[in-house]
């Protein structure tokens, strides 16, 4: 059993930071690439960061240079730091992961966070 529990949401004034962590927990053999999506009242989900097993990130353009994503592989955590957040960034944050059980180490499963508020008032 795998899963992803995420932490970090909440509500801040714009041009504040919030810090979120995803944590993948269960009987994991590897995590692969892990990122972050959000998805915004009447728009679709779209991809915020992802950061490859490696550490290379990816970013939307209407967040670089405001968010940064990392990992800690030995915790097998992805984190968002969000600074200069600007009421636009208002969605629910869903984190994502590759990741192989041990019980089939062969094959990779795409997971997925429960979700988590970030509110950005004006």
């Known amino acids: 059993q795998v899963q992803l529990v995420e932490s970090g949401g909440g509500v801040v004034q714009a041009g504040g930071s919030l810090r979120l962590s995803c944590a993948a927990s269960?009987?994991?053999?590897?995590?692969?690439?892990m990122g972050w999506y959000r998805r915004a009242p009447g728009k679709q989900r779209e991809l915020v960061a992802r950061?490859?097993?490696?550490?290379?990130?990816t970013y939307a353009d209407s967040v670089k240079g405001r968010f940064t994503i990392s990992r800690d592989n030995a915790k097998n955590t992805v984190y968002l730091q969000m600074n200069s957040l600007k009421p636009e960034d208002t969605a629910v944050y869903y984190c994502?992961?590759?990741?192989?059980?041990?019980?089939?180490?062969?094959?990779?499963?795409?997971?997925w966070g429960q979700g988590t508020q970030v509110t950005v008032s004006s």
């Open positions: 994502n992961a590759d990741i192989s059980r041990i019980s089939t180490y062969y094959y990779t499963n795409n997971y």
């Open positions: 269960g009987s994991i053999f590897s995590v692969g690439a």
């Open positions: 950061i490859t097993s490696g550490g290379t990130p």
